[in-house]
């Protein structure tokens, strides 16, 4: 009887020390995994239960305390925090429920994604720690997008690349077939000048030697001679016709 009494409290004393083995309870900088929920949770609830002119002034409050303190990092993180808020907030539609919490340790951070159900897509809240003082170093909420969405917007952002590459190439070759266009066009632009040149000058009236020279001045000239080597008075002739020899 004895031995039967000694082996049940064995095995109840072996289901006791199991229970408490599989319920191991985690600690990250003195915080458990609850504690850390329910932190994330309470701010998710306060952001749920503001209305959009209630998160324009507390972004307008966060922006003015960034703005009078470029040292404060919470009141720029508050402010982004609500800024993404208000931004990934639009299309999710109604607020059902919480959804899973997880906790990621890599390094000297710590990360916990609290998954909030909303009724058209569902959307995370992240919060990211300093392992050795358990401060909050970056708030984000975003939306979550399938493995669908997620691989047709990569694709989409491959195919924008190869496009804008593509674009620039060919860019790039039209500017140097230019340079090869350039000279033969600026020599096709010399020669129609240079043409319109000798036009113009073929175009404009060529003075004579003759029509230079004053008919009155040189039939003085000639009049004087003759007088000068005759002796005769210039009344006594006229000189009515001048011939060039040369």
């Given at each position: 009887m004895k031995k039967k009494i000694g082996l049940i409290l064995a095995l109840v004393l072996c289901m006791c020390l199991m229970a408490s083995c599989g319920k191991k309870v985690t600690s990250y900088g003195g915080h458990?995994?609850?504690?850390?929920?329910?932190?994330?949770?309470?701010l998710a609830q306060q952001l749920l239960s503001m209305s959009n002119s209630d998160l324009k002034q507390a972004y307008?409050?966060?922006?003015?305390?960034?703005?009078?303190?470029?040292?404060?990092d919470s009141a720029k993180m508050y402010m982004e925090l609500v800024s993404n808020w208000r931004e990934n907030t639009k299309g999710l539609g109604q607020f059902k429920s919480f959804g899973k919490f997880t906790v990621a340790k890599s390094g000297k951070t710590i990360t916990t994604t609290q998954i909030l159900n909303y009724s058209k897509r569902n959307a995370r809240l992240i919060f990211v720690y300093q392992t050795y003082n358990m401060k909050v170093t970056s708030m984000n909420f975003e939306k979550i997008y399938s493995l669908g969405?997620?691989?047709?917007?990569?694709?989409?952002?491959?195919?924008?690349?190869?496009?804008?590459?593509?674009?620039?190439?060919?860019?790039?070759?039209?500017?140097?077939?230019?340079?090869?266009?350039?000279?033969?066009?600026?020599?096709?632009?010399?020669?129609?000048?240079q043409a319109a040149t000798e036009a113009a000058v073929a175009e404009a009236p060529q003075a004579s030697p003759a029509d230079e020279e004053d008919p009155g001045d040189l039939?003085?000239?000639?009049?004087?001679?003759?007088?000068?080597?005759?002796?005769?008075?210039?009344?006594?002739?006229?000189?009515?016709?001048i011939k060039r020899r040369y």
């Open positions: 458990s995994v609850d504690e850390l929920q329910a932190s994330q949770q309470s307008s409050y966060y922006k003015q305390q960034s703005e009078a303190n470029e040292d404060d969405e997620t691989m047709g917007k990569a694709a989409l952002n491959v195919v924008m690349g190869m496009v804008t590459v593509f674009a620039v190439l060919i860019l790039i070759c039209l500017v140097i077939y230019a340079f090869r266009i350039i000279p033969y066009l600026q020599k096709k632009f010399d020669k129609s000048q039939v003085a000239v000639i009049s004087a001679a003759i007088a000068a080597s005759t002796g005769a008075s210039t009344d006594s002739f006229v000189v009515r016709n």
